[in-house]
Nanobody, 126 residues
Framework: QVQLVESGGGLVQPGGSLRLSCAAS????????IGWFRQAPGKEREGVSC????????YYADSVKGRFTISRDNAKKTVYLQMNSLKPEDTAVYYC???????????????????WGQGTQVTVSS
């Protein structure tokens, strides 16, 4: 059974940092792209970043480029999202998700992702 569990969210001041983790089980993480998405109240869920499984190619939304870094540790079956220089507009529930198919380069299209975690809240406020 595929399972993704996010952790690491919390309350942080503007300019601060958080590291989110996405722990995977029930499938071979190495083979699948993993995406991070977020959803703020009253807004659509949007893609933040993704990482391919086979060669660890990465992709970032323009809004987080230069501030967020995605990485993966296949041995620990975990994908991370390091978030620096956080802004109030980064406040959202953050979700990780796994691609529906093997060995694809990642893209931030929600339709590509078939399994989702329960989300972790990130609040950026002074």
């Amino acid at each position: 059974q595929v399972q993704l569990v996010e952790s690491g969210g919390g309350l942080v001041q503007p300019g601060g940092s958080l590291r989110l983790s996405c722990a995977a089980s029930g499938f071979t993480l190495d083979y699948y792209a993993i995406g991070w998405f977020r959803q703020a109240p009253g807004k659509e869920r949007e893609g933040v970043s993704c990482i391919s499984g086979s060669d660890a190619n990465t992709y970032y939304a323009d809004s987080v480029k230069g501030r967020f870094t995605i990485s993966r540790d296949n041995a620990k079956k975990t994908v991370y999202l390091q978030m620096n220089s956080l802004k109030p507009e980064d406040t959202a529930v953050y979700y990780c998700a796994s691609d529906r198919r093997l060995f694809r380069l990642c893209e931030l299209s929600r339709a590509r992702y078939g399994s989702w975690g329960q989300g972790t809240q990130v609040t950026v406020s002074s």
